[in-house]
């Protein structure tokens, strides 16, 4: 097979272990660069000159023009196997990662069932997913109330961190936890390597009923208000000044809660903060009635704060963009009715995340580095995977994705998964084309195509010592 225009010669196929790549742009830390990257046993064992390997030809990839970078890192996936394989598996999910560039996915704990709130249920997960990923998978555990003699032993089985949330999480089995269960987990927690997770919205107690038209976005919007996420941010802030625990906040979408996260950092806070697609390619005014595939929490909101986050990222005061991929089955969002107070809210988007960043952030001041630092290298220092993934550096995981900053394309349909033609995102036009995607060293997708059998790694993370080994887990 051979890469389009851009390309130079490309006769590996799919599911070659590949022993070089070459491109005149390639995105080194700081700098794109022409460059010949040496892949050994599935790292990165050199980076020459382009033009210098004497490797075998065989298995060289040659893409001329187009960019090669390290593969895309997406901390917040909601797949929702075993129980809810309905919603999303694991091989429709990691196929969708594998078609936008994505090369490792970190694993919600909730909607699958069981949640991922004991080491018991997540021995149930990676059997669930063993065998089935196109991409590499690592997994978050999660705190409800009561759960916090788990999460040592959760840590010790190889999860990331952890996630709660600060309000209803929409699923029974899932529970949010109140101050004191915070207190409890985040006493666990110090000492460790890892990092809590915040869905950060807190129930306002005094806020009257909204009514009206529940087929109007406006309503649904007024029910979660930005003041919400901003006392649930400086809860959060407080806390993670107290415990010294690292703490992050998923899926930001108010810019007034930024004021505290900078003051937070400046304090000595031990705090990052990420934002989604949505919110940076959204905005509420242009949300049709009826259009429940645009609902999601906390919500989409006006454009001025879509303009404002935007800022944010250009300051520095955002550190990564994810894509919360939170997909359902077509009743759940209750398209008949149209009711947004009554719609599952999640947005899919997985395979979707390069292209709709670089869509809206060329034409912003940001460079292809600004794209890998957003999306590759600093969410795998919030996972613990610095040193292995999210830059091109000799020793790491030969992670890459080669695509075209250049070009533009109607995204018509979304591949591998049913579930994702519930999008907000089909018809857009779109600048950024994904044309293959590496893992380890092995060619996983080209054009369309996926490697026939998944190769994709269950990754378990150390954040925390191993027990001695005739300790017990409890």
Same mark, same amino acid.
Request: a neutral charge; proline letters at 6%.
């Given at each position: 097979?051979?890469?389009?225009?851009?390309?130079?010669?490309?006769?590996?196929?799919?599911?070659?272990?590949?022993?070089?790549?070459?491109?005149?742009?390639?995105?080194?830390?700081?700098?794109?660069?022409?460059?010949?990257?040496?892949?050994?046993?599935?790292?990165?064992?050199?980076?020459?000159?382009?033009?210098?390997?004497?490797?075998?030809?065989?298995?060289?990839?040659?893409?001329?023009?187009?960019?090669?970078?390290?593969?895309?890192?997406?901390?917040?996936?909601?797949?929702?196997?075993?129980?809810?394989?309905?919603?999303?598996?694991?091989?429709?999910?990691?196929?969708?990662?594998?078609?936008?560039?994505?090369?490792?996915?970190?694993?919600?704990?909730?909607?699958?069932?069981?949640?991922?709130?004991?080491?018991?249920?997540?021995?149930?997960?990676?059997?669930?997913?063993?065998?089935?990923?196109?991409?590499?998978?690592?997994?978050?555990?999660?705190?409800?109330?009561?759960?916090?003699?788990?999460?040592?032993?959760?840590?010790?089985?190889?999860?990331?961190?952890?996630?709660?949330?600060?309000?209803?999480?929409?699923?029974?089995?899932?529970?949010?936890?109140?101050?004191?269960?915070?207190?409890?987990?985040?006493?666990?927690?110090?000492?460790?390597?890892?990092?809590?997770?915040?869905?950060?919205?807190?129930?306002?107690?005094?806020?009257?009923?909204?009514?009206?038209?529940?087929?109007?976005?406006?309503?649904?919007?007024?029910?979660?208000?930005?003041?919400?996420?901003?006392?649930?941010?400086?809860?959060?802030?407080?806390?993670?000044?107290?415990?010294?625990?690292?703490?992050?906040?998923?899926?930001?979408?108010?810019?007034?809660?930024? /004021?505290?996260?900078?003051?937070? #950092?400046?304090?000595? &806070?031990?705090?990052? $903060?990420?934002?989604?697609?949505? *919110? %940076?390619?959204?905005?509420?005014?242009?949300?049709?009635?009826?259009?429940?595939?645009?609902?999601?929490?906390?919500?989409?909101?006006?454009?001025?704060?879509?303009?404002?986050?935007?800022?944010?990222?250009?300051?520095?005061?955002?550190?990564?963009?994810?894509?919360?991929?939170?997909?359902?089955?077509?009743?759940?969002?209750?398209?008949?009715?149209?009711?947004?107070?009554?719609?599952?809210?999640?947005?899919?988007?997985?395979?979707?995340?390069?292209?709709?960043?670089?869509?809206?952030?060329?034409?912003?001041?940001?460079?292809?580095?600004?794209?890998?630092?957003?999306?590759?290298?600093?969410?795998?220092?919030?996972?613990?995977?610095?040193?292995?993934?999210?830059?091109?550096?000799?020793?790491?995981?030969?992670?890459?994705?080669?695509?075209? /900053?250049?070009?533009?394309?109607? #995204?018509?349909?979304? &591949?591998?998964?049913? $579930?994702?033609?519930?999008?907000? *995102? %089909?018809?857009?036009?779109?600048?950024?084309?994904?044309?293959?995607?590496?893992?380890?060293?092995?060619?996983?997708?080209?054009?369309?195509?996926?490697?026939?059998?998944?190769?994709?790694?269950?990754?378990?993370?150390?954040?925390?010592?191993?027990?001695?080994?005739?300790?017990?887990?409890?």
């Amino acid at each position: 097979m051979s890469m389009a225009t851009k390309a130079g010669s490309m006769n590996v196929t799919l599911g070659s272990r590949l022993s070089t790549i070459r491109s005149r742009r390639v995105v080194i830390e700081k700098t794109i660069t022409s460059a010949d990257i040496i892949i050994t046993d599935g790292k990165i064992s050199n980076i020459l000159p382009w033009g210098k390997s004497r490797g075998s030809q065989e298995q060289l990839l040659d893409v001329g023009e187009l960019v090669v970078m390290a593969g895309i890192i997406d901390p917040h996936v909601h797949v929702n196997e075993p129980g809810r394989t309905a919603w999303e598996g694991y091989r429709t999910a990691t196929q969708s990662a594998a078609a936008g560039g994505i090369t490792t996915i970190v694993d919600m704990p909730l909607n699958s069932l069981p949640p991922t709130t004991t080491v018991s249920n997540f021995h149930t997960k990676l059997q669930a997913a063993r065998g089935q990923c196109y991409v590499d998978v690592a997994f978050w555990g999660g705190v409800i109330p009561h759960n916090q003699v788990e999460l040592i032993p959760m840590l010790q089985a190889g999860v990331a961190g952890f996630k709660c949330f600060l309000i209803n999480s929409g699923v029974p089995e899932f529970p949010h936890v109140r101050l004191m269960d915070l207190h409890s987990a985040m006493s666990e927690l110090q000492g460790t390597r890892s990092v809590l997770l915040f869905h950060a919205e807190l129930e306002d107690t005094k806020s009257v009923p909204v009514t009206g038209d529940p087929t109007q976005y406006e309503m649904f919007l007024t029910s979660r208000p930005d003041h919400m996420e901003v006392a649930a941010v400086e809860m959060v802030a407080d806390l993670c000044l107290q415990y010294k625990v690292r703490c992050h906040i998923v899926h930001l979408s108010s810019a007034l809660s930024l /004021p505290i996260i900078r003051k937070a #950092k400046k304090a000595g &806070a031990p705090i990052t $903060v990420e934002t989604t697609h949505h *919110y %940076l390619t959204l905005s509420a005014e242009n949300i049709p009635p009826g259009a429940t595939y645009y609902k999601c929490c906390p919500p989409v909101r006006g454009h001025s704060n879509k303009e404002a986050l935007w800022n944010a990222i250009l300051q520095g005061n955002i550190d990564m963009v994810v894509s919360d991929h939170s997909p359902c089955t077509p009743d759940l969002k209750h398209l008949q009715d149209g009711d947004f107070q009554k719609a599952w809210g999640g947005i899919s988007s997985l395979q979707f995340g390069l292209s709709l960043f670089w869509t809206s952030a060329r034409i912003r001041g940001f460079s292809l580095p600004d794209v890998s630092r957003l999306m590759s290298s600093n969410p795998a220092k919030l996972c613990s995977l610095e040193g292995r993934k999210g830059v091109i550096k000799i020793g790491c995981d030969a992670d890459l994705v080669i695509w075209d /900053p250049d070009s533009e394309f109607q #995204k018509l349909k979304a &591949a591998s998964s049913c $579930v994702l033609q519930l999008t907000p *995102y %089909l018809g857009f036009l779109l600048w950024g084309e994904v044309v293959a995607t590496v893992i380890q060293g092995t060619l996983v997708y080209h054009k369309g195509k996926h490697v026939l059998q998944p190769t994709g790694e269950l990754i378990l993370i150390r954040t925390v010592d191993s027990p001695e080994p005739d300790a017990p887990y409890y």
